[in-house]
């Protein structure tokens, strides 16, 4: 196995602080947005006096300036987005081909910034050494992600940058079997767009999943004090994620369940990225059997 320096001196660190939508890294996702996951688990109060430039507001304002605004509507062309929305919003079909893209990329899009948002706004009136704790937990599980995906294998499609995300989907899911044969391994690790019946497996999934998922474990065993480490986990396993629109085990296990916080009904920061649309795309993912 590489040792872990030779992985961070290959690996691309652009990567940690990806604002596009896809992302093709020698880390396989392992080390996807991993800065602003850091900077999440641990900033600060506004008027922290500690002089930590990591605060509440200035993160906000990065993660805005990543995922753009939170919008109005779907045909909302005013509000910056990651991504380009179609030239024709105004009268396009959110129900039908390029329409249709466009609303599930969005609904997945703002979910990821609502929870980046959730879990930094629960940081911020924590003790300092909560925060510590809960930054160690990310740096140890990413640094154990990398030894265990990170290799000379070069990604040959854009299955392969979901390597570490479809780890961490099965993680996620008590009901996985780690002893399972391949056929589980597809679960987890299918890349699909929702209205497609074609799927792709990242390459070398089978071979790192059992290794990669008991990383996992055995870190959480370790440090199962650390506060909010269920969302934390379910944060990793999403933002790590390479494109959400492509992945929906990815959706299933680590973003949906944002949806049922505590308070959520009251105070979602997107009223684009609710339940029934979730319900929406688990439709048409499931249509194709890909959920």
Same mark, same amino acid.
């Given at each position: 196995?590489?040792?872990?320096?030779?992985?961070?001196?290959?690996?691309?660190?652009?990567?940690?602080?990806?604002?596009?939508?896809?992302?093709?890294?020698?880390?396989?996702?392992?080390?996807?947005?991993?800065?602003?996951?850091?900077?999440?688990?641990?900033?600060?109060?506004?008027?922290?006096?500690?002089?930590?430039?990591?605060?509440?507001?200035?993160?906000?304002?990065?993660?805005?300036?990543?995922?753009?605004?939170?919008?109005?509507?779907?045909?909302?062309?005013?509000?910056?987005?990651?991504?380009?929305?179609?030239?024709?919003?105004?009268?396009?079909?959110?129900?039908?081909?390029?329409?249709?893209? %466009?609303?599930?990329?969005?609904? !997945?899009?703002? #979910? /990821?910034?609502?929870?980046?948002?959730?879990?930094? @706004? =629960?940081?911020?009136?924590?003790?300092?050494?909560?925060?510590?704790?809960?930054?160690?937990?990310?740096?140890?599980?990413?640094?154990?992600?990398?030894?265990?995906?990170?290799?000379?294998?070069?990604?040959?499609?854009?299955?392969?940058?979901?390597?570490?995300?479809?780890?961490?989907?099965?993680?996620?899911?008590?009901?996985?079997?780690?002893?399972?044969?391949?056929?589980?391994?597809?679960?987890?690790?299918?890349?699909?767009?929702?209205?497609?019946?074609?799927?792709?497996?990242?390459?070398?999934?089978?071979?790192?999943?059992?290794?990669?998922?008991?990383?996992?474990?055995?870190?959480?065993?370790?440090?199962?004090?650390?506060?909010?480490?269920?969302?934390?986990?379910?944060?990793?396993?999403?933002?790590?994620?390479?494109?959400? %629109?492509?992945?929906?085990?990815? !959706?299933?296990? #680590? /973003?949906?369940?944002?949806?049922?916080?505590?308070? @959520? =009904?009251?105070?979602?920061?997107?009223?684009?990225?609710?339940?029934?649309?979730?319900?929406?795309?688990?439709?048409?993912?499931?249509?194709?059997?890909?959920?």
């Amino acid at each position: 196995m590489p040792s872990l320096v030779r992985l961070l001196d290959e690996h691309n660190s652009a990567c940690e602080r990806a604002r596009l939508s896809d992302c093709n890294c020698f880390c396989h996702g392992a080390g996807h947005q991993l800065d602003l996951l850091k900077r999440a688990v641990s900033c600060v109060p506004d008027d922290d006096p500690s002089g930590d430039n990591n605060t509440l507001r200035q993160l906000l304002l990065d993660l805005e300036g990543v995922y753009g605004g939170f919008h109005s509507g779907p045909r909302d062309s005013e509000t910056p987005s990651r991504r380009i929305p179609p030239e024709d919003l105004a009268q396009i079909d959110l129900n039908r081909g390029r329409g249709a893209s %466009w609303l599930e990329k969005l609904v !997945v899009d703002e #979910a /990821l910034h609502e929870a980046f948002e959730r879990v930094a @706004r =629960a940081s911020a009136p924590m003790e300092a050494h909560a925060r510590t704790l809960r930054k160690q937990f990310v740096v140890r599980l990413s640094e154990g992600a990398m030894r265990i995906v990170g290799g000379d294998v070069e990604a040959h499609n854009i299955a392969d940058g979901h390597l570490w995300c479809s780890v961490l989907a099965e993680a996620l899911d008590d009901a996985s079997d780690i002893e399972s044969d391949d056929t589980a391994v597809s679960k987890y690790g299918r890349i699909a767009y929702p209205r497609s019946g074609q799927r792709r497996l990242p390459a070398r999934l089978a071979n790192v999943r059992r290794e990669g998922v008991g990383h996992v474990r055995s870190v959480l065993g370790d440090m199962p004090g650390v506060p909010g480490l269920e969302r934390i986990l379910q944060l990793m396993g999403a933002a790590t994620c390479p494109d959400l %629109w492509h992945h929906p085990a990815a !959706v299933r296990f #680590a /973003l949906v369940p944002f949806l049922s916080e505590p308070g @959520r =009904a009251l105070d979602g920061l997107s009223i684009v990225a609710t339940r029934t649309r979730f319900e929406m795309l688990e439709s048409r993912w499931a249509r194709r059997g890909n959920w």
